[in-house]
T-cell receptor
Framework: GESVGLHLPTLSVQEGDNSIINCAYS??????FIWYKQESGKGPQFIID?????DKRQGQRVTVLLNKTVKHLSLQIAATQPGDSAVYFC??????????????FGGGTRVLVKP | DGGITQSPKYLFRKEGQNVTLSCEQN?????MYWYRQDPGQGLRLIYY???????QKGDIAEGYSVSREKKESFPLTVTSAQKNPTAFYLC?????????????FGPGTRLTVL
């Protein structure tokens, strides 16, 4: 399949370990953040989102942490599995903008799960 | 099954030719989007549409055109004016343009200019 990012930062993690993916966002007015997972040759899939009135949100095996002070977002994946191998993108949005739902995407991080 | 379909999956074009990428959704979403993805980079917005017969330029609209004649369809034309068209193109839709509306993505079309 195609590679969606030939020169992406890569996180290698042992199967069963926890993964932490980091993202620095640029717009201090952003108040909505999303993590997407993209497998090779496919479109991004929604993982989890968080609004700026929260610091932490948990889903199934995933947790997103938001630090607005330093404009930093992280995605934690518990007990990483081979199916978690993919490229992960963060996206930010200013929800109250008149132009609406225009996401700004980060550059992505490739996660490789070693058996 | 509800979802977004893009066709073709792979597309080859000679320099100087226009080419149209298809995007269809049966999610009854009002808003649709086109993004471009290059290796090592995130997604960049080309055009978006909030409603039929209306669309707005995104961050990299030069060399592209769109139409929105039907709610379920948002085709993208890559014109000869686009200087570096080889890329992975992704279509998305959302229920509306509200800032918290989740965007659902299609499987993408990989365009290669020969």
């Amino acid at each position: 399949g195609e590679s969606v990012g030939l020169h992406l930062p890569t996180l290698s993690v042992q199967e069963g370990d926890n993964s932490i993916i980091n993202c620095a966002y640029s717009n201090s007015a952003s108040d909505y953040f999303i993590w997407y997972k993209q497998e090779s040759g496919k479109g991004p899939q929604f993982i989890i989102d968080i609004r700026s009135n929260m610091d932490k949100r948990q889903g199934q095996r995933v947790t997103v942490l938001l630090n607005k002070t330093v404009k930093h977002l992280s995605l934690q994946i518990a007990a990483t599995q081979p199916g978690d191998s993919a490229v992960y993108f963060c996206a930010e949005n200013v929800s109250f903008k008149a132009a609406g739902n225009k996401l700004t995407f980060g550059g992505g991080t490739r996660v490789l799960v070693k058996p | 099954d509800g979802g977004i379909t893009q066709s073709p999956k792979y597309l080859f074009r000679k320099e100087g030719q226009n080419v149209t990428l298809s995007c269809e959704q049966n999610l009854n979403h009002d808003a649709m989007y086109w993004y471009r993805q290059d290796p090592g980079q995130g997604l960049r917005l080309i055009y978006y549409s909030q409603i039929v017969n209306d669309f707005q330029k995104g961050d990299i609209a030069e060399g592209y055109s769109v139409s929105r004649e039907k709610k379920e369809s948002f085709p993208l034309t890559v014109t000869s004016a686009q200087k570096n068209p080889t890329a992975f193109y992704l279509c998305a839709s959302s229920p509306g343009l509200a800032g918290y509306d989740e965007q659902f993505f299609g499987p993408g079309t990989r365009l290669t200019v020969l």
